[in-house]
């Protein structure tokens, strides 16, 4: 099992900056894609970022130019940095991360953190 603590979030003004930090704990071995998700009200959650244990990221393109994904494997955690921050990447963030298994892969999530952008 993999537990994930999600710490970061908070209000800001449009164009402010906040960055979000998730930390895997339990049996983090195989974790192979540490991501983050947003899911705002009425709306499906989608992908904001992701990064695999060798570097390759992948973005959204809304937040493309604007937020980073970094990964510390040795302290099993990920960042997400969000900058140039507008009223509609308001939203819950969840951490999610991806344990490969023999057959399968196994996702866990974190419990969620609120990010609100004032305007």
């Known amino acids: 099992q993999v537990q994930l603590v999600e710490s970061g979030g908070g209000l800001v003004q449009a164009g402010g900056s906040l960055r979000l930090s998730c930390a895997a704990s339990g049996t983090t071995l195989s974790i192979n894609v540490m991501g983050w998700y947003r899911q705002a009200p009425g709306k499906q959650r989608e992908l904001v970022a992701a990064?695999?244990?060798?570097?390759?990221?992948d973005y959204a393109d809304s937040v493309k130019g604007r937020f980073t994904i970094s990964r510390d494997n040795a302290k099993n955690t990920v960042y997400l940095q969000m900058n140039s921050l507008k009223p509609e990447d308001t939203a819950v963030y969840y951490c999610n991360a991806k344990q490969a298994r023999l057959w399968t892969i196994d996702d866990y999530w974190g419990q969620g953190t609120q990010v609100t952008v004032s305007s």
């Open positions: 990064i695999s244990s060798g570097g390759s990221t």
